[in-house]
């Protein structure tokens, strides 16, 4: 089954030369088993109609205007954003390429690709020095630092009679990369607990002990999770990101209660991922009224939280256990000491206390580490580091479960 069967793809197709091709594109992705629905902007009807798309992708075509109260009503720009799996923008002109890198947000196709929470990939067409112009490379690098896949360009003989990089790459070859994007479904039919976020510690009815976990990267991992294939369930303390589609979410308050939920849901998980921030220690007594400020100084006694890592990789049938440590200093010597005396699979530390990655930022970097090496995934968005961190943990959890199958042949 090809990897864009009942994939939902937006083609987003700019005013360029080889919006020619775009036919085709739909066409071919929809031979691979996706549903695909366009948007235009209001050049790229100059090179193709918006009749044309319609035909090949069976559904009417989502024109430039945000502004449209007719549009908004059959899909808003929401709806859309939120629909996809994948957007791909073939062809992307210079122009629409250096409004991404800017975050603009003008027409329907732009403002989409900042509401999106979707892959989205871009297909760069245009005359081989509007490539090489150092404005088009920065504005590429930008998105490629965002976690946008670029496809292309090729490289020949152009509409302009020159020749050199700036082709779109064939139609054929953009199905083949998207395919490669969604990953070989590596985690297929495989049972995936994840837990994300901080957990809150109360102190009396008002009041309680938290930390600055957001719940991005839990969430991302959830997603990119789903993404692969596995069938996901979240336990999440409290966070404002959004729920990942296709995934089940048990939401939670405390470290208590989040113990519980795990450890109901891990006789059925096959990896599990802890990503969330739970507090070592919680208030050895709830005050059922709120605290008065009447003295000086209050002390609260603390007492330790059952550590959910530990339990998991200690339960009767253990899954692929993965941890994450979120460190200060020293992150290779205490995340590997935390992997030995937790005795887990594996584990992703990363560094915290710095203002531009870790726990509120949109951007990470981690290092993992397992029983035999380690490795650096380098500073990216939380999505597509998700997606690299999922990727690595599905050949550990292969490679532990086919040995496992071998030894259980030689008994
Ligand atoms: C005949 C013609 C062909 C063009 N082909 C391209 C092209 O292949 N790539 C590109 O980046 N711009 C091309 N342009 C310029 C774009 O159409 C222009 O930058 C436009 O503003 C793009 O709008 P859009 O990005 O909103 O679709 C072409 C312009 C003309 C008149």
């Not at 929401?78 to 002109?93: G, H, K, M, N, Y």
Request: with cysteine; aromatic share 4%; net charge positive.
């Amino acid at each position: 089954m090809s990897s864009l069967s009942q994939k939902r793809i937006i083609v987003g197709v700019t005013g360029g030369i080889a919006a020619y091709k775009s036919p085709d594109l739909v066409r071919r992705l929809r031979d691979a088993g996706a549903t695909v629905r366009v948007v235009m902007t209001a050049n790229a009807e100059q090179f193709i109609t918006p009749l044309t798309l319609q035909a090949v992708s069976d559904h009417s075509v989502h024109r430039s205007n945000l502004l449209d109260a007719d549009a908004e009503s059959a899909m808003s720009h929401i709806q859309l954003a939120r629909w996809a799996d994948a957007v791909l923008i073939a062809p992307a002109t210079a122009d629409f390429i250096a409004r991404m890198a800017h975050g603009l947000a003008d027409d329907l196709l732009s403002t989409l690709c900042l509401a999106t929470e979707a892959r989205v990939a871009v297909a760069p067409s245009m005359n081989q020095r509007m490539w090489q112009h150092a404005a088009t490379r920065e504005n590429v690098a930008v998105l490629a630092k965002r976690g946008v896949s670029v496809f292309g360009p090729a490289s020949g003989s152009q509409a302009c009679g020159e020749t050199g990089p700036g082709r779109m790459p064939e139609p054929t070859e953009l199905v083949e990369s998207l395919s490669a994007l969604f990953g070989s479904q590596a985690l297929g039919g495989v049972k995936v607990l994840v837990t994300a976020g901080p957990t809150q510690e109360a102190i009396d009815p008002v009041r309680n002990i938290t930390n600055r976990s957001s719940g991005k990267m839990g969430y991302a991992v959830a997603r990119a999770a789903a993404e692969a294939g596995a069938d996901v369930v979240l336990v999440s303390g409290p966070t404002h990101v959004p729920y990942p589609e296709k995934v089940r979410v048990i939401p939670v308050i405390s470290a208590l209660h989040m113990h519980q939920a795990v450890m109901t849901e891990v006789a059925n998980t096959d990896i599990f991922i802890g990503v969330a921030a739970v507090a070592d220690y919680r208030p050895a007594e709830f005050h059922q009224q709120k605290i008065k400020k009447t003295n000086d100084q209050l002390t609260i006694k603390l007492v330790k939280n059952p550590d959910i890592l530990t339990a998991v990789a200690k339960s009767v049938k253990p899954p692929f256990t993965v941890g994450f440590a979120a460190e200060t200093e020293n992150l290779e010597a205490h995340a590997r000491e935390k992997l030995m005396r937790k005795g887990i699979d594996m584990i992703a530390a990363n560094r915290v206390g710095d203002a531009d990655v870790g726990l509120e930022s949109d951007e990470n970097e981690l290092l993992i580490l397992d029983r035999m090496d380690t490795k650096r995934l380098p500073r990216s968005s939380k999505r597509q580091l998700a997606r690299n961190l999922i990727e690595e943990i599905a050949t550990r959890y292969c490679a532990k479960s086919t040995s496992k199958n071998i030894r259980r042949a030689h008994r």
